[in-house]
């Protein structure tokens, strides 16, 4: 194999470019494609011209250091205001970084509360964060970050290099039990020669270090956390009040579990103080009521736009609706273990039976994409749309799906699809579909702890699942059909998949990749290893005077947004 | 009197232990572990381990139980195992907002329905009276999601006059913003509430009105008013009052679904949640609170009856 020079992830900025060609190299082939999707994805606003503003605005700062990207033309950007944020979770269960699991309050919230060493650009190149610059050695396994002067944690206390050794050190600890400290398993260790330098050994390179360790906001592991608050609050009050060194800073008297919170501007921040006043979390738990809120103008921007109110916002003038391809895939699992859907023309039957359109079209409001396989519609360069895909195997018919049927011996089964969904439409939707074909569904409702064990366990018969948005989209491909995939929970085994997935990773050779993704994605449709259903769009709305949002995908970074009333 | 209620308040106390004893044991008999719906699909059975013992779940559950009782009787109700808040706490910021809906969704339910009620059974099979039972039977009928979602495209969408979601508190953001995000999740519950009671009023009235001692007193010369408000309704009053108690306890136990429309995290959701997450904590101390509730409210409905009714006695 050959030798790279892994300098070139050295920063003070590594393009998208430089971290895809380095990722390729060295078979990180999930993250490349996770950044050649948000490339592809450059967020697409749908309504209101004047929200074509990407990203007009930048905080003006003292220290001229501006974090994200692209300059703007000054004068514009007010300062000061209130933004509502309607969110869109039953509650936030932490806001400690280290122990965060629900991915949009780490992507979306924590990451205004808290920097990191890195951040993303709109482009998803790495700019530096809490480090100005950055070096690695040739051969990828010493990282030495510089860090900015003055930097300052909320509570007026210096961040230095020191801080990210006690970070490191309370994620790793067995009996803090962070559900992040496997991404710091390469470390063999992590120095502070000086006050403003950090110095982190792996055991091996590891292309996405950057980005699944030290970046904001995903980067939870390794998101340096104040000492001093953690012994003043201990770990479980840091969870509800946490004291970040992000552009906003949570006001702990305003936190109540369930119903939101206050961030206030930093006025300390190494990027200047950011352009709003203050931002209201207020949590809305409720699809439909959180659409209500937008439009009553309770709220001033959504975090996520429920598939249900897309078309009612799309044809509000007043508000601005931004839509990024999704980096996501869902299907039906049948268990391999029970028969019998061991069988392939009994699992052929069921997907036979699924026109995807009208499923999208009744059970998600028509807002999703059909899908033929896992290959998401982000990620342009491998991903081939059903209509110039030719044959799928796996596409509706419904003369074939009953022969199928009657040949597998289904017809009058009863089978059980598993679901921890509130409101089971798409469950219901499939019910409808496969009665076509004779079988008798039900529909086990369950919460979600219990859901994930018996998910975990394999003890179910179907249920429709996928993956859904992450820093690395081929544990998409891995994680499900690997037949030691994590999550196989369903027993699927095909020695020819292992290979190519195996191929994918140690290839570099970008047409041989791509014909790699397709060939298993033939091999899956074939072997009905999901019957593939859809893919969803990420979407966020907010008041066309909402301005300076920058579409980061899966993101909201919010300094750089200012009102325009 | 005073014996009756404070042999009453000795049973509660059995009442109440019995009832949190059974929740702490039934709601571990629930399937799903709490330990890994926190940690997320991707834990380690390491991090399991460590998070089971940090919480306490890996010891025996009589030692869990006992633990949870003493700490109980010293008026320590544990922290939630999913967020970290107190269960106090939780309980003392839900508890307002669910109290607040439950008086003024009260109070709009009465205002409709002893006026209604009367009016119906004084002018019964007329016009009005048939109204009244339709709109009665709509207002029971109309699910109140779909009412309190329909107010707030109408008030809140449309006409921008009151505020679509959230609660505002009473003592620190004042009357004005309390009231207006209470108003539209009140009515939501109210109108329902009141169609029920207006049908109880409305039989209660009629029954009375054909009784002795109504015919006596309209004989002996009172004004009709008089005969209405002082002898019939004051009497027709007692079925009323066990289905408001009943009613009232349940409101006061949280109006789940009107609470997640209008996104206030009352008491309903707070419990719903801690269902969903297997947070043993909340749900046993909100239940511990609704028990409390209900045993009160029917303690208090029965001495109501002795002043509705003199000839109700308790010794």
Redesign the interface.
């Known amino acids: 194999m050959k030798r790279f020079d892994w300098r070139v992830l050295s920063g003070p900025r590594v393009s998208r470019r430089t971290l895809m060609q380095m990722a390729l190299a060295t078979g990180a082939v999930g993250f490349a494609q996770w950044l050649s999707a948000c490339a592809g994805g450059g967020a697409t606003p749908t309504a209101a011209p004047a929200a074509g503003a990407t990203p007009q605005a930048v905080p003006a700062t003292p220290s001229g250091a501006t974090p994200t990207a692209a300059a703007t033309p000054a004068g514009e950007a007010r300062r000061g205001g209130t933004l509502r944020l309607g969110f869109g979770i039953g509650q936030i269960l932490t806001l400690d970084p280290a122990q965060v699991t629900q991915g949009i309050v780490a992507g979306e919230l924590v990451s205004n509360i808290f920097s990191s060493l890195v951040q993303f650009d709109k482009d998803l190149g790495l700019i530096p964060d809490l480090a100005e610059t950055w070096e690695v050695n040739e051969d990828g396994t010493e990282y030495t970050f510089h860090l900015r002067d003055g930097l300052k944690f909320h509570n007026g206390d210096p961040l230095l290099a020191q801080d990210f050794i006690y970070t490191y050190e309370r994620t790793t600890n067995p009996d803090f039990a962070s559900p992040h400290a496997n991404k710091l398993n390469l470390i063999t260790s992590i120095t502070a020669p000086d006050e403003l330098t950090l110095v982190i050994k792996l055991s091996e390179p590891y292309a996405p270090f950057l980005a699944t360790a030290c970046s904001r906001g995903p980067g939870r592991a390794l998101t340096p956390i104040s000492k001093r608050a953690i012994e003043e609050m201990g770990d479980q009050q840091f969870g509800l009040t946490p004291v970040g060194c992000g552009p906003f800073m949570v006001v702990p008297e305003s936190v109540e579990v369930g119903k939101g919170f206050r961030m206030v501007a930093f006025e300390d921040w190494y990027g200047g103080r950011p352009l709003l006043d203050e931002i209201i979390v207020q949590i809305i738990p409720e699809p439909s009521s959180r659409i209500s809120a937008l439009e009553a103008g309770d709220v001033d921007m959504l975090d996520i736009v429920p598939a249900s109110g897309v078309e009612q916002l799309k044809a509000n003038d007043r508000i601005t609706l931004v839509e990024a391809p999704g980096t996501n895939w869902i299907g039906l699992t049948m268990n391999y273990k029970r028969p019998p859907w061991d069988n392939v023309d009994a699992r052929m039957a069921v997907s036979k039976a699924i026109n995807r359109q009208e499923f999208i079209d009744k059970a998600l409001f028509g807002l999703a994409v059909p899908s033929i396989g896992a290959i998401a519609p982000a990620f342009g360069w491998v991903y081939v749309p059903p209509e110039q895909w030719g044959e799928n195997p796996q596409g509706y018919n419904l003369e074939e799906a009953k022969a199928l049927a009657e040949k597998s011996g289904i017809r009058g089964t009863s089978v059980k699809i598993l679901s921890s969904a509130q409101d089971p439409r798409p469950e219901e939707v499939l019910r409808t579909m496969l009665q076509e074909i004779g079988l008798d569904v039900q529909i086990e409702q369950l919460q979600d702890a219990a859901y994930n064990e018996r998910w975990k366990a394999g003890d179910y018969d179907m249920n429709i699942n996928g993956s859904v948005v992450d820093a690395d989209p081929d544990d998409g491909h891995w994680n499900f059909f690997h037949s030691k995939g994590p999550w196989n929970t369903y027993g699927y085994n095909n020695p020819k998949v292992d290979e190519l997935l195996e191929g994918t990773r140690k290839t570099n050779n970008q047409d041989e990749r791509r014909q790699m993704w397709h060939e298993i994605q033939r091999i899956l449709q074939r072997d009905v290893a999901y019957a593939f259903l859809y893919h969803t769009p990420d979407r966020t709305a907010f008041y066309t005077y909402v301005k300076g949002y920058v579409a980061i995908p899966e993101m909201r970074y919010l300094e750089t947004v200012w009102l325009e009333k | 009197m005073t014996q009756y209620i404070v042999r009453r308040l000795i049973h509660a106390v059995f009442i109440v232990w019995g009832c949190a004893t059974l929740v702490f044991f039934m709601i571990r008999l629930?399937?799903?572990?709490?330990v890994?719906?926190?940690?997320?699909?991707?834990?380690?059975p390491?991090?399991?381990e460590?998070?089971r013992h940090?919480l306490g779940l890996d010891q025996p559950i009589y030692v869990q139980y006992l633990k949870w009782f003493s700490s109980v009787l010293r008026g320590d109700l544990g922290?939630?195992i999913?967020?970290?808040?107190t269960v106090v706490g939780?309980i003392k910021?839900g508890f307002p907002k669910t109290l607040s809906i439950t008086v003024l969704s009260f109070l709009i339910a009465l205002a409709i329905a002893l006026p209604a009620g009367i009016v119906a059974a004084l002018k019964r099979n007329s016009l009005i009276d048939y109204l009244v039972s339709v709109l009665a039977f709509a207002g029971v009928s109309m699910p109140g999601f779909w009412f309190g979602?329909i107010l707030?495209?109408l008030f809140?969408?449309q006409l921008?006059w009151l505020?679509?979601?959230?609660?505002a508190s009473l003592t620190k953001e004042g009357f004005w913003p309390w009231l207006s995000h209470l108003l539209l999740p009140s009515l939501a519950v109210g109108t329902g509430y009141a169609a029920i009671l207006m049908r109880f009023v409305r039989a209660g009235l009629l029954e009375v009105l054909g009784m002795d001692y109504v015919r006596t007193a309209r004989a002996k010369g009172l004004a009709e008013w008089t005969v209405i408000a002082r002898h019939a309704l004051r009497n027709s009053l007692i079925p009323v009052v066990t289905v408001a108690g009943i009613q009232l306890a349940l409101l006061l136990s949280g109006a789940v679904v009107i609470e997640?429309?209008?996104?206030i995290?009352g008491l309903g959701?707070?419990l719903v949640?801690a269902?969903?997450?297997?947070d043993y904590p909340i749900v046993q101390g909100v239940i511990l609170l609704i028990a409390v509730i209900f045993v009160m409210a029917n303690l208090i409905v029965d001495i109501i009856y002795t002043f509705l009714d003199p000839r109700i006695r308790y010794g």
């Not at chain 2, 629930?30 to 709490?34: Q, R």
């Not at chain 2, 890994?36 to 380690?44: I, R, S, V």
């Not at chain 2, 269902?275 to 297997?278: R, S, V």
């Open positions: 629930i399937p799903g572990d709490p890994l719906q926190m940690l997320g699909p991707e834990y380690t390491e991090a399991a460590a998070l940090k922290d939630s999913a967020t970290g808040e939780a910021t979602i707030i495209i809140a969408v921008r505020p679509a979601v959230g609660y997640t429309v209008f996104s995290r959701r707070i949640g269902i969903f997450d297997k």
